[in-house]
């Protein structure tokens, strides 16, 4: 059985859309953008100490995920990110910015405003668009 933990700052900012091959699959309570945190089941904490086959997954989970972003959500540009200063469980952003959110064109990093969260059934489409095209990747 597989001891992994959430960090406290990821489970209190994000809700847990699902699992897919060992990463955990996350949506940011911001709804200005749909800003997606993919979180590898792993005592690593950077990209260089990811083994080889889950680095993998989450570079082709952070791809399907992009391309659903620009396809199916229109998004104008597409940010990736694997920061990890204040949180260091390894965890990687893949953010859908549009020219009309409030953070356009800066970062959305430590810029969350307040107040602009989803309904119930928007995370809940959001959760099934994003498994079901995980599900498409891994032929499922």
């Not at 229109?74 to 009309?100: E, M, T, W, Y």
Request: glycine content about 8%.
């Amino acid at each position: 059985m597989n001891a992994f933990a959430l960090h406290p700052t990821l489970a209190a900012d994000c809700h847990l859309l699902g699992s897919w091959r060992d990463i955990r699959i996350l949506l940011h309570r911001d709804a200005h953008v749909r800003w997606f945190i993919l979180v590898p089941e792993t005592e690593a904490t950077e990209w260089h100490e990811l083994p080889p086959d889950l680095r993998g997954r989450l570079s082709e989970a952070s791809s399907a995920i992009s391309s659903m972003l620009k396809a199916e959500l229109a998004c104008d540009k597409v940010n990736i990110a694997a920061i990890g200063n204040l949180v260091p469980q390894f965890h990687f952003h893949v953010i859908g910015r549009r020219r009309s959110d409030p953070y356009w064109p800066g970062v959305v990093w430590g810029r969350v405003t307040p107040g602009c969260g989803y309904e119930e059934g928007e995370v809940e489409g959001l959760r099934d668009g994003t498994l079901a095209v995980l599900a498409r990747l891994a032929g499922e």
